[in-house]
């Protein structure tokens, strides 16, 4: 059996792989400030191609490039026109901002950039108070390609990825390629005739694996609050935050993640999930068509829906 080993944000530690087949190409890349690897069976010109589509996207959404969609939607004072694909992120965004009842806002911009994980600080409530004035998704305005923020600043890290990640699939298949592995930062796809074996890391621990999925032509992303978080006086603040506090949220779970057929669905569910906490996330992923998923609880137990069952140890879909 071929392993093919990755690092995915530090939430699904490797791939096993039953075939022989060798793939043709893989390369890493730096993008979205996060480890972005690209395995498939194609040549240097197209692998490199799904790369510079990846670094576009990048240019695009970016919140601090002053010609990207988001800095223009971020910085306007009114209506201003954007991307056919920044159009299509947003719709979304909005129809998951619906479905969650707020909790999945793209506005929290204000609030999540007082948070610094990285230097530890842990902004005040005079802070956060303050930015929370100004989260509200559905103050947007969105008509065709031309879209009014209303003042809000946007923040698409929450599903971006996700449909970058369907944009280079697509690339693959369009270049007749056809099996393969991609990867940004955790937001996965496996496509081919291959059957995979993907391990979801135990929270908080240092790569040990609390549970195998098998799965073929999926997309699987996991949310967990042990990604970023800050340690302070005892409390634990991860970044997954509520727009309705400004705070960490007050979850069940420790990781959420989701399988299904869109990497930018799979992306806004992951999220959504850890906001609702399992009761609310396993009642929204079993009314969700064609999706499964598998939760940890604070607790370290696992909980998966009703389309994934168990054969030697390992989820696999009925």
Same mark, same amino acid.
């Given at each position: &059996? ?122 005040? @409530? ?40 369907? @944009? ?105 999930? &850890? ?44």
């Amino acid at each position: &059996m071929k392993k093919i080993f990755v690092t995915l944000s530090a939430l699904v530690i490797c791939l096993s792989c039953g075939c022989t087949e060798t793939y043709e190409n893989s390369d890493t890349q730096f993008l979205f400030d996060t480890v972005v690897t690209l395995t498939a069976d194609c040549d240097d010109k197209t692998l490199e191609s799904a790369f510079s589509l990846c670094r576009n996207y990048e240019y695009l959404l970016s919140r601090n490039i002053k010609d990207s969609d988001v800095y223009k939607i971020n910085h306007a004072s009114g209506e201003c026109r954007v991307s056919d694909d920044t159009a299509k992120i947003l719709k979304k965004a909005i129809y998951y901002g619906d479905l969650s009842n707020g909790k999945f806002d793209i506005t929290i911009y204000p609030v999540s950039s007082l948070w610094d994980f990285s230097s530890d600080i842990v902004p005040s @409530r005079n802070e956060i108070a303050e930015a929370l004035k100004n989260v509200d998704y559905q103050s947007i305005a969105l008509d065709g390609n031309t879209v009014n923020a209303a003042g809000r600043q946007i923040d698409l890290g929450g599903i971006a990825k996700g449909y970058i990640a369907d @944009r280079v699939l697509e690339h693959f298949k369009q270049n007749n390629v056809n099996s393969g592995i991609i990867d940004l930062g955790g937001n996965l796809i496996v496509w081919g005739n291959q059957d995979y074996t993907l391990g979801v890391k135990k929270p908080f621990s240092e790569g040990e694996i609390i549970a195998t999925v098998g799965l073929k032509n999926k997309s699987v992303v996991t949310s967990g609050v042990y990604e970023r978080y800050i340690k302070q006086d005892g409390k634990l603040y991860h970044h997954i935050l509520d727009p309705k506090t400004g705070y960490a949220c007050d979850t069940d779970l420790y990781s959420a993640t989701i399988i299904g057929d869109s990497s930018i669905d799979c992306d806004a569910l992951s999220t959504i999930c &850890m906001l609702l906490g399992l009761d609310g996330a396993k009642t929204l992923i079993e009314n969700t068509k064609n999706t499964e998923a598998i939760f940890v609880d604070d607790e370290n137990n696992l909980h998966y829906t009703d389309g994934l069952t168990k054969q030697d140890g390992i989820f696999v879909l009925k």
